[in-house]
């Protein structure tokens, strides 16, 4: 619909530039349009609707060479082989790649907008409970999403912290110790050294006020 608005107005901005009327302009356009074999269905959509070509003013100097046919016939598999063309030429065009992401798996959403500049661009961590296409998927919170804005995360409860080691192991591996966060316990740095500055000889024989 938005491609036929942008031909309806193109079209009808260089008739109306060349002086034709609004009226005739508007029925000119439709009449191209409804004659033009689409690209998909190599059909007219006349010929579609009303199963003959339509009589444009340039058929009246040449006789039919052409019986009318059925137009209405099965192009369910031409077509569908016109559209496998068309989404491998557009896949491999845009590097298109299928989503690893199943059922159970948890993602965090990308939003599409935020409430503000420095709330957070992504949601929560959510799991997929349902596939409802090739690329897109139902959460836990009955919202749907399409694999371009879910970026696989961990599970909420899986941020453990490590088991305590025994003390047989840290003796006998000193670098294993965990990290202490006591304000007591934390390195000092020595203090900086001063720097000696020495006064230039030239200035040795004026009288600093």
Known sequence: MERFNKCLKEGLKTNLSEGMTFADSVRTILQNYRATPHALTQKSPSQLMLNRQMRLPLDKLKPPTTSFGNAQTDMKS?????????????????????????????????????????????????????????????????????????????RPDSFVLPPELPSEHLMMNPEHHPVVTNANSLPTHESRPVRITVMPAYLRDYVLS
């Open 78 to 154: 031409e077509i569908e082989q016109r559209q496998a063309k068309i989404k491998s030429y557009t896949d491999q065009r845009r590097h298109a790649r299928s989503t690893n992401l199943n059922v159970g798996d948890w993602v965090r959403v990308k939003r599409p907008n935020c409430s503000h500049k420095l709330s957070s661009t992504f949601s929560e961590p959510h799991r997929i409970v349902m596939k409802l296409g090739k690329s897109s998927f139902r959460l836990d919170n009955g919202t749907a999403w399409s694999a371009r804005r879910c970026v696989r995360s961990h």
